[in-house]
């Protein structure tokens, strides 16, 4: 039996030549930043050591490249930030609390499991 | 993209008949997988982050472990991975290109971007192949444990063996015999075994030859363990005295003084963990790579023979897009919290 219930969602994504040409032009821009972000990363990596004292502050500064970086690849490239809002919410919140309360316990954990191995050797 | 379709209202997206999230059944699922397999990419790091932080010993460090380039040879640091890194990222980008082509259903487009996407794959995956044969092998002076029972890593460039002519004869080799063959793994094994001794190696038959070798240059010890002498972060030691500490620990005659590139008991870059780690976690990274390579083929071949041309939709192309683009997310991590910090 033929239903008419069903909702294509997958020509949703369709778009005429202008819009591509739009979108194109975006994908080319993504793909200068990623660059340059990775070309700053490679270059801070190797001229500034990690003894010395700025590194604390080049450790932020990975890290933040490296969220940009990944941003820019789920929103623009997976277009994540094309999808509803609630799509986004459903897949970015559950991941971001557990991935916050798994980095702050096992770094806490682990610096605490360093200092007894420490007191021990003494 | 769901963005192109008419804003509806709460009211109507929630009211049942349709999807709240106005997307397909694949492409739904698809980002569900990607949420559980990012969680464990995650767990693997943050399990790193762990590690590392219980650690006592000093964590090797990024530029000095990964130096080398293919063809050129050392003092390239992190310019290697950098290009990994690139070569994922433009392969990403043929991806969406693929993606947009087949929204305006060009399927030319398609089969032109899907291509060059599995080119990328293959050049990463090519790649990874020689880092971890890099990363195995080691660096040709390894590290050492200096008499004074400090640990150190060494830099420079190492002065090429040209031959070993024997002064003792063995079972194989007699007087006077030139060896030309197989020259570094040799010298290598008998160094971990402690079958050197200045300027001189015991070979395997029982011979003994003089080492014929050109001098080092720019030699510099980093030392990663304090000794009774040397500390960790001391005095730079470089040149003369750098050659000297070495090979009186090199020629000292003692067994497992070296240790040359990694395997999964020990590694010359730094704690037995941080092989495992860069085993487990590049390794599994480049499995995906490699599964995302051959669906990408197997979707090319969909795109080829016109079955989603005939479906009405490219959709396929996009959810394996979605994939392919999570493991480049995920290099971008790797990068980072492996080579970088």
């Known amino acids: 039996m033929e239903r008419d219930d069903l909702i294509e969602y997958s020509l949703h994504g369709h778009h005429d030549d202008a819009k591509g040409k739009e979108i194109r032009s975006k994908i080319y821009k993504v793909t200068i930043l990623l660059t340059l972000v990775t070309i700053i990363e490679v270059f801070i990596g190797a001229s500034i050591k990690q003894s010395s004292d700025w590194w604390s502050a080049v450790k932020i500064t990975f890290i933040l490249l490296t969220l940009l970086k990944a941003g820019y690849i789920v929103m623009v490239f997976m277009h994540l930030g094309d999808e509803r809002p609630y799509l986004r919410n459903v897949i970015l919140i559950p991941y971001f609390i557990f991935v916050a309360y798994l980095i702050f316990i096992a770094l806490v954990e682990g610096t605490a499991v360093g200092s007894v191995w420490e007191t021990m050797w003494q | ?341």
């Open chain 2, 1 to 341: 993209m769901a963005g192109h379709s008419a804003q509806l209202d709460a009211k109507t997206l929630w009211g049942g008949k349709e999807s709240p999230f106005q997307t397909s059944y694949g492409k739904l699922m698809m980002w569900f997988f990607l949420v559980s397999d990012a969680l464990t990419f995650s767990g693997l790091l943050i399990a790193y982050g762990f590690t590392r932080h219980d650690s006592q010993d000093a964590w090797p460090i990024g530029e000095e472990t990964f130096n080398s380039m293919p063809f050129l040879g050392h003092g390239y640091p992190l310019l290697y991975v950098a290009l990994m890194t690139f070569i994922l990222i433009v392969s990403s980008v043929t991806m969406v290109l693929a993606v947009e082509a087949g929204h305006r259903m060009d399927r030319k487009g398609v089969t032109k971007w899907m291509i060059a996407t599995v080119i990328g794959g293959f050049f990463f995956l090519g790649s990874q192949a020689w880092e971890w044969s890099h990363f195995i092998h080691g660096s040709e002076f390894g590290k050492i444990e200096l008499n004074d029972g400090s640990v150190a890593i060494v830099k420079g460039h190492f002065g090429e063996i040209n031959s070993f002519t024997v002064i003792e004869a063995g079972k194989k080799h007699k007087t006077g015999a030139v060896i030309k063959e197989d020259l570094m793994h040799q010298f290598q094994h008998a160094a971990e075994l402690g079958h050197l001794e200045a300027g001189k190696i015991h070979l395997a038959d029982g011979s003994v030859a003089k080492i014929n070798k050109a001098a080092d240059h720019e030699m510099k010890l980093i030392i990663k363990k304090d000794g009774k002498l040397h500390k960790v972060g001391g005095k730079e030691i470089t040149g003369k005295q750098a050659e000297k500490l070495y090979y009186e620990a090199l020629y000292s005659g003692d067994k497992h003084r070296v240790i040359y590139g990694a395997n999964m008991k020990q590694n010359e870059y730094g704690p037995q963990q941080y092989a495992q780690f860069f085993f487990f976690i590049t390794g599994f990274h480049g499995f995906h790579v490699f599964s995302g390579v051959i669906i990408n083929i197997l979707i090319l071949l969909g795109v080829l023979s016109g079955t989603y041309h005939k479906r009405g939709h490219y959709e396929m192309v996009e959810k394996t897009g979605l994939y392919w683009h999570f493991v480049d997310l995920v290099w971008v991590f790797v990068f980072t919290f492996f080579y970088l910090l």
